[in-house]
């Protein structure tokens, strides 16, 4: 919407965000490679990642699958950071920030989302952070809050339209 706001309603606005989103997935995949391998591997994952059929078509489409991927990898390098560094909780409270950003742009960020919550607190419940627990708890509390929101949301916006597509 913004982009059409900005930019007027034609074909290239509506697909700049999903474009942008798909650069900003291959920066962010090349991070979150290079924290999980190195030399060859690095570079044969990035390369699948950069050729990928589906990734190149979701950045020229005006549908939400770039924002979708950005979005979830967003969510995967702040939780593999908290799991490389499980005593630094930061990561946790800033995955617990963004989280309902994530799942307002991105429903299906709600899936990766509460498999990260899991793989989270496997890391927690291994390393004996106590503290971690809390921002953990936040996190698993903004995921929930952000759902039961956008829920209402759209119950109130089929309420409001349904007896229109009655008529």
Known sequence: LT???LFGF???PLRLFPFACSIGSLLLFRRLAGRLLEGLPLVLAVA????NYSGIRYAAEAKPYGPDQFVSLVLLTLAVEAWRRPHERGWLWLLAAVAPLAVGVSYP???????ISIALAYVLWTSG???GWIAWTVYNA???????LLLLLARQQAASELGFMQD
């Open 129 to 131: 952070d106590r503290r």
């Open 10 to 12: 034609a074909e290239w």
């Open 109 to 115: 960020a709600l899936f990766m989302a509460g498999g």
């Open 48 to 51: 699948a990642f950069s050729l």
């Open 142 to 148: 903004a995921l929930v809050g952000s759902f039961a």
């Open 3 to 5: 982009c059409v706001k």
